[in-house]
C-alpha cells in the first residue's frame, strides 16, 4: 500500500512543478467536469488525503487555507505540511490494522457511516489517481504534455 | 491488492453501462487528450490490464479485436475473457510473489527492462484508474454525469 502513496506523493510533486511552468489564470480557469480547475483539483487531492487519513490517525483535520487564496507555492507548502502529519501513519500501516472500523457523518445524506481502515486507505489512493488522470486531459487541453502517469521507471522499486 | 483490482473491475462495468446509454459516435468522437477516444480508453484499459497479467503468468498474451472494430458489446466480451484468464492470477497474489521479476522490452526505446512483479501490479492497478479519470472529464463534455470513482460504499469490503 505504501507504494502506491509514494506514487501518488512524486506524481503530486510532478504536477506542482508542472504548474510552476503555466499561467496562473490557466490554473484558475473554470473547465468541464471534475473539481472545475486544475488548481482547485491539487487543492481536494490534498485535502481529501489528509481528512481521510487525519481522522485514522484519531485526529479532528484542521481547517487547510481556502482554495481561492491558493497559489501553486500556498498548495504546495500546505501539501508538505500535511504530508509531514500524515505520513507516519501510512509508514506504520500493516495489514492488522484492515479492519479497525472509522465511523463518519455521510455529508450529503447526514448518515453515520462506519468503514473499515483498508477500505478508506484504498479509497484515499484511488481518489488521487482518478483526480490526476482529469488533470492530464486539462494539460492537453492548455497545450502541454502531462506529467507521466507510469507508475513503473519511477523509481520506487530500487 | 486484490480489492483494488476488484474496484477496477467494478467500475470498468459500471462504464460498459454508462457507454449503453450513450450514442456510439460520441463513444468514438476524437477528443482530446488521453487515448483520444471514450471506446479506444476502455479498449486499452483492457488491453494493459490483460497484457502485463498474460506477461507475469508466463503467456504471451492473444492480440485483441482492432479498436476500431469495437462495439460496447464486443469490448465488454473481450474483457470478460481476459479478465477470466488474469482473474485466477490476481487471486493467487501473495507477497511472497513481490520481488520475482520480468523482463520485458521498452515499446519506445527498445531496450529490455527488468521489473519486480509487485511494480508491474501496482502500474495495472494505477493505470486504469488514471484513464478513467480522463473519462469522466470526457462524460461531463457530453452533458452525462460519470460513474461514481468512490471506492468507499462499493461493498467491496462487506
Known sequence: M?????????VR??????CDQVLEEELLKKRTGGLGSILYTLYHIVYVE??????????????????EDASVQTLRDCSAR?????????YAWNSSME????????????????YKYGEIIRHVIAHEIH????????????GKPPVTANLIRRGLFD
Chains 1, 2 share one sequence.
Open 2 to 10: 505504501l507504494k502506491l502513496f509514494e506514487y501518488n506523493w512524486q
Open 13 to 18: 510533486k510532478d504536477w506542482f512543478d508542472w
Open 50 to 67: 489528509y481528512g481521510w487519513i487525519s481522522l485514522l490517525q484519531g485526529k479532528e483535520p484542521k481547517t487547510l487555507p481556502s482554495p
Open 82 to 90: 500535511c504530508h509531514a502529519e500524515i505520513a507516519p501513519f501510512i
Open 99 to 114: 479492519d479497525n472500523r472509522l465511523s463518519d457523518q455521510n455529508e450529503d445524506t447526514g448518515e453515520w457511516e462506519s
Open 131 to 142: 483526480h490526476i488522470g482529469q488533470l492530464s486531459i486539462w494539460s492537453r487541453e492548455i
